[in-house]
């Protein structure tokens, strides 16, 4: 799966339970409210263990998880 | 009248003063305008505030069901109330490990009443009136202090110590005993309160329970059970915000409750209250030099940063302890020709001070990080914090991790401004945590415009 895949289904499957079936790559995930914090919270836990990666302390901003994009390019810049 | 030690205020700090004094065998008097009973604000404590209480040998005096609650930890509301995260008051026994631990909320009528007639049964003096003037020697240290009684004469009590414990009226401050009252970071909001019968408490242990309602930025709500029907609820926002709402207290209170958060207005369906609605503006200052030749400050008569998560009674009552202990120490000769006999009590207050306000910073600054380390990264260390651990074992991670992002630095030499803090210059340097304050910098407002 890519990357950009993982992020989705993780997010389609943990955090919206299946109440969608997809989401747009550049879609606003928080300022649309389809991610709460807390829920951001799992989805950070999922990214560092999924690409085996450390999200560090000033990365932790809305900024880097709006969309499934941002979120990607932050990945890749780790890896 | 001539005593070892005069303290002015018979609130939880000035009691705990002169229990701790007595545990020593030092003799007080303890001066306070008041008749108590009297209302007073602030009524949840942390857990490190249950060991202060232990410590002062008064456990079973807070089995009292119709005036203290049992608390086993605080709940804080995402807006719109959806979510939440928990933090259990949890203690550490000799190997460091964690264990579940409960502590009280308390009336503050009824608590301080305990504690002032606590300590005068145990030996204290009382003096009913309200002190007026500090006095001096003439090498400048404070001697003793007038009082103006409640029956109308004067009384010069003279002291070994003077020990400020006067809360918010920062007496010694006022006088220009102390260095400059510098404001805090959240100086200009303001707290406006009350008290709820009949609301939706969880079942169970939960039920004691403080629940945090955070709706924006400044902006959020208090939920401290204190008895079987009675609830305080206190709302805290930018002063300006109320002052634009242009309703009495009792109003915004009422419609706050409804507004705030879904999940207060489910838990409060019906606003009835039963206390008279309450105002607190400014209540954020420090002032750096709270010590001296024959003086010292304990609690709030030096320091508060802000209510959300309940430091000051734990703060006042544990600095009695340490304050105490120092006193003890000058008694016994010891510091008797320093120039601050208490320079190492006031650089150890400060630094625990130091550390709660560097974690309600970052609950601010970055309550998304904050809550990662909650959750995910520092969950031990946060609650080490939130109970009150804050004069041992720090800095921990949470802490370093927490100035690192704020960019702060905070070191032990008194006279270096710690960066990113308030006592740099507001012009020269917009400081990282105020940077935020809605457009409020030029707002101004003094306890007279709150009626
Ligand atoms: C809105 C708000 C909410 C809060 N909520 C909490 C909370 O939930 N939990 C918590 O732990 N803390 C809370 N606090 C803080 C808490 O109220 C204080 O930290 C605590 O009361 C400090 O105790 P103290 O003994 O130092 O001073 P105080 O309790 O204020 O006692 C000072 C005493 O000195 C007397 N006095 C003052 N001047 C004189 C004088 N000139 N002569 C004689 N007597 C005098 C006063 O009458 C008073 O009795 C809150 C504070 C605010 C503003």
Sequence with gaps: MSPRTSIERFILDEILMGSRDSIGPDESLLASGVIDSLALLRLIGFIEEHFDVVVEDDEVVPENFESINVMTGLVASKQ | ?451
């Excluded at chain 2, 608590?111 to 007639?117: A, R, S, V, Y």
């Excluded at chain 2, 400044?218 to 002063?239: K, M, N, Q, R």
């Excluded at chain 2, 917009?430 to 407002?445: E, H, K, T, V």
Aim: glycine letters at 10%; a negative charge; aromatic letters at 10%.
């Design chain 2, 1 to 451: 009248m001539k005593v070892d030690v005069a303290i002015i205020g018979g609130g939880p700090g000035g009691s705990a003063m002169s229990m701790f004094l007595i545990q020593q065998g030092i003799s007080s008097a303890i001066i306070e305008k008041e008749m108590f009973p009297r209302y007073h604000i602030g009524e949840s404590m942390t857990g490190e505030c249950g060991g202060v209480i232990r410590a002062l040998g008064l456990q079973e005096k807070m089995d009292d069901p119709d005036n203290v609650v049992v608390k086993h930890g605080l709940t804080v509301y995402s807006t719109e109330g959806k979510n939440s995260w928990y933090v259990g008051v949890q203690g550490r026994d000799e190997n460091w490990n964690l264990f579940p631990q409960t502590t009280w909320q308390v009336r503050r009528d009824h608590f301080d009443k305990m504690m002032l007639d606590e300590a005068i049964a145990r030996g204290a003096t009382l003096v009913h009136g309200s002190a007026t003037k500090p006095l001096f020697n003439d090498d400048g240290a404070v001697r003793g202090v007038s009082v103006k009684m409640a029956d109308g004469g004067m009384l010069d009590v003279a002291s070994e110590i003077l020990v400020d414990a006067s809360g918010q009226a920062t007496f010694l401050a006022n006088a220009g005993v102390t260095s400059t009252k510098y404001r805090g970071n959240y100086d200009k909001q303001i707290a406006i309160f009350s008290q709820v019968a009949g609301a939706i408490r969880d079942l169970g242990p939960a039920q004691g329970d403080t629940l945090i309602f955070y709706k924006e930025k400044y902006h959020w709500a208090w939920f401290i059970p204190l008895d079987t029907e009675v609830v305080s609820v206190g709302i805290v926002a930018p002063a300006a915000y109320f002052l634009g709402q242009r309703e009495s207290k009792h109003d915004y209170v009422a419609r706050e409750i409804h507004e705030i958060s879904p999940e207060l207005k489910r838990r409060i369906p019906e606003v009835k209250l039963v206390e008279e609605a309450r105002a607190i503006p400014n209540y954020s200052y420090q002032i750096k030099r709270f010590t001296g030749k024959g003086f010292m400050c304990i609690g709030d008569a030096h320091r508060f940063v802000d209510p959300i998560f309940s430091f000051g009674l734990f703060l006042t009552l544990k600095e009695a302890q340490f304050g105490s202990g120092a006193i003890a120490d000058y008694m016994n000769g010891a510091n008797r020709d320093a120039d601050n006999p208490f320079a190492e009590y006031q650089r150890l207050i400060d630094s625990g001070g130091d550390v709660f306000e560097d974690i309600i910073d970052m609950f601010w600054e970055q309550p998304l990080l904050f809550a990662r380390y909650i959750h995910q990264r520092y969950p031990a260390e946060m609650i080490d914090i939130l109970a009150g651990r804050v004069f041992e074992r720090q800095p921990n991670e949470a802490l370093i991790g927490a100035r690192n992002i704020l960019q702060r630095s905070r070191s032990d030499d008194t006279s270096v401004a710690p960066e990113g803090s308030r006592f740099q210059k507001m012009d020269d340097d917009p400081i990282r945590s105020r940077r935020n304050w809605d457009g409020l910098s030029s707002y101004a407002i003094d306890n007279t415009a709150i009626q």
